[in-house]
C-alpha cells in the first residue's frame, strides 16, 4: 500500500489483534480508532504517525496494518 501524509485511514482490527503493537497497548482501544478516520501526518520506515479527529495524542501505527479510506 503506497500512503503518504494527509492521506485518511482507519486502523484494520484482524491486522492489529495479537501483533507486537496490540500486546504492548490497552488492550480496550476505543471504537473510533477502527470505525473512524485518522490522517496520517508523518511517515518513518514501516510506521506511521496517525492523528484522529479527538482530542488524543497522535499515535505510531505499521502500515500494514492501515486501510485508507
Same mark, same amino acid.
Given at each position: 500500500m +503506497?500512503? !503518504?501524509k494527509g492521506d485518511f485511514v482507519? @486502523?484494520?482490527q /484482524?491486522?492489529?489483534t495479537d501483533s507486537v /503493537? +496490540? =500486546?504492548a497497548s490497552d488492550p480496550? =482501544?476505543?471504537p473510533y480508532v477502527f470505525e473512524g478516520k485518522g490522517v496520517i501526518v508523518d511517515l518513518r520506515g514501516d510506521y506511521a504517525?496517525? !492523528?484522529f479527529p479527538v482530542p488524543t495524542p497522535n499515535?505510531? @501505527?505499521r502500515l500494514d496494518q492501515l486501510a485508507v479510506v
Open positions: +503506497a500512503v !503518504k482507519r @486502523l484494520v /484482524e491486522s492489529f /503493537e +496490540a =500486546l480496550r =482501544l476505543p504517525q496517525v !492523528k499515535i505510531w @501505527l
